[in-house]
């Protein structure tokens, strides 16, 4: 019989999911999924794992334990990737080229939305007029918006999303969060880490609490 999923599969979902680095366990194992229309908060203190999850997730490390399956059907980093919109604390920009010719670049590099063009993106998240700019000119929150149109342009319909309020201001938060809405309300879902301290956005929620090395927190 064909491994045909079931319709209602979530986004993604993991099974016994850990990390280890020189055999010293980071996280796991975990199991969580998300599902279209909702998003997970990834919430731990400083080293808990959070960004090595996400990274792990956007097959970014290697030496994942577990199973990832992506809509219900098992899949490994490669063949995850183009399911995944990735926005990390490195913007990975390229800092001589222009906004422009960095959306363009990367857009080439991980497919984008047909519905939707560059420059407009670029409105979207406030930097029309910053169009030619080096990225290396660019201010951090400038650049953290610049990573937001990109994610705005990607087709992915998972994203995660490493902080994305780090370095933004009050209306570059109020951007993340009706993006991460839109997206949400599109069909799409997200995982968000944060420590807490920031709030989350305004949108169906799950927790996952990650302990000190990854253990999970008493009382999860
Ligand atoms: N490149 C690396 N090489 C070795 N160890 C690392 C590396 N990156 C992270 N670690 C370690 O892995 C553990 C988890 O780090 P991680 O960055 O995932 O935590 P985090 O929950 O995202 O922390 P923070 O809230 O400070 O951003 C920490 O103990 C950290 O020291």
């Not at 000119?137 to 998972?158: E, I, M």
Request: glycine share 14%.
């Amino acid at each position: 019989m064909p491994d045909t999923p079931p319709a209602t599969a979530p986004l993604i979902a993991v099974r016994g999911l850990g990390f280890a680095r020189n055999d010293v366990p980071v996280f796991g194992p975990l199991d969580f999924s998300v599902e279209a229309g909702e998003a997970l908060l990834v919430q731990g203190d400083n080293g808990a794992g959070k960004t090595t999850l996400l990274r792990v997730l956007a097959g970014l490390l290697d030496g994942e334990r577990g199973q990832v399956l992506v809509s219900g059907v098992a899949a490994g980093p490669a063949a995850r990737a183009g399911h995944i919109g990735y926005l990390g604390h490195l913007p990975g920009l390229k800092a001589d080229l222009s906004a422009i010719e960095n959306l363009a670049w990367l857009c080439g590099l991980l497919g984008r939305r047909a519905s939707i063009g560059i420059e407009q993106a670029l409105a979207i998240v406030g930097l029309a007029g910053f169009e030619d700019a080096p990225a290396r000119s660019l201010s951090a929150g400038q650049r953290k918006r610049l990573s937001l149109a990109r994610l705005w342009l990607s087709p992915a319909p998972l994203w995660l999303l490493d902080e994305p309020y780090a370095n933004l201001d009050l209306p570059g938060i109020e951007l993340v969060n009706r993006m991460v809405r839109a997206h949400l309300d599109d069909g799409g879902g997200a995982l968000v880490t944060t420590h807490g301290a920031y709030a989350a956005p305004p949108v169906r929620t799950r927790l996952l609490r990650l302990g000190t090395a990854g253990a999970p927190a008493p009382g999860a």
